[in-house]
């Protein structure tokens, strides 16, 4: 196998640029759908919008069968199959060396939370079709007691934690690793990084 071979490989996608970058898409339109579920919270507790009329700013343009919950369905069933993808890069970016140990276990942690998430987003669109609408109630606002606004905001940013903790490590180790081929390439050099 060719040097060629190896950073093409499904085997290699965790170490390539293209999984960075597939990383960083994640990233950044899950931070935007945790800003989403900011803007629901603000509707309900500043805006005085009742909790089912709160369909943060998307909600309102996508709504199928009075909901947004077809939108919340898709949007979570594509960001789990992402986290999945996510944690096959991760797993394979530790196995060779460019991520510590644990970074696995973060991007584990997020794949479990958001397989979780998916469960209650198919229970909620079996209520939606059974109701012809909402009431649509999950397992862990009827188990828990709160409104799913609070509990799927919480689930969305502890998700996007763990989502995060492990992109951390790779911008930093990355940098570290672009530092030091400059520096082999260049000398060292004199005087503080900044």
């Known amino acids: 196998m060719t040097a060629t071979d190896r950073r093409t490989s499904p085997a290699h996608f965790g170490t390539t640029a293209g999984f960075a970058r597939f990383y960083t898409v994640v990233v950044i339109v899950q931070g935007i759908?945790?800003?989403?579920?900011?803007v629901q919270l603000l509707q309900v507790y500043v805006f005085g919008v009742p909790d089912d009329d709160a369909l943060g700013l998307l909600g309102y343009v996508f709504q199928f069968n009075g909901t947004e919950e077809y939108l919340h369905l898709v949007f979570n069933v594509s960001y789990f199959a992402a986290l999945v993808v996510v944690l096959i890069g991760v797993g394979q970016r530790?196995?060779?060396?460019?991520?510590?140990?644990?970074?696995?276990m973060f991007a584990l942690a997020a794949v479990v939370l958001e397989g979780w998430h998916l469960i209650e987003h198919l229970v909620i669109i079996s209520h939606v079709i059974a109701n012809?609408?909402?009431?649509?109630?999950?397992?862990?606002?009827?188990?828990?007691?709160?409104?799913?606004?609070?509990?799927?905001?919480?689930?969305?940013?502890?998700?996007?934690?763990a989502t995060l903790v492990p992109f951390?490590?790779?911008?930093?180790?990355?940098?570290?690793?672009?530092?030091?081929?400059?520096?082999a390439r260049t000398g060292p050099r004199v005087g503080p990084d900044l």
Do not use: W
């Open 33 to 38: 759908h945790v800003i989403e579920h900011i």
């Open 94 to 104: 530790t196995k060779a060396a460019a991520l510590p140990p644990g970074a696995p």
């Open 132 to 161: 012809g609408g909402c009431p649509c109630p999950g397992i862990g606002d009827s188990a828990l007691g709160v409104t799913d606004t609070q509990l799927h905001f919480v689930y969305n940013v502890v998700a996007y934690a």
């Open 168 to 183: 951390r490590m790779m911008k930093v180790m990355d940098r570290a690793g672009a530092l030091g081929a400059a520096r």
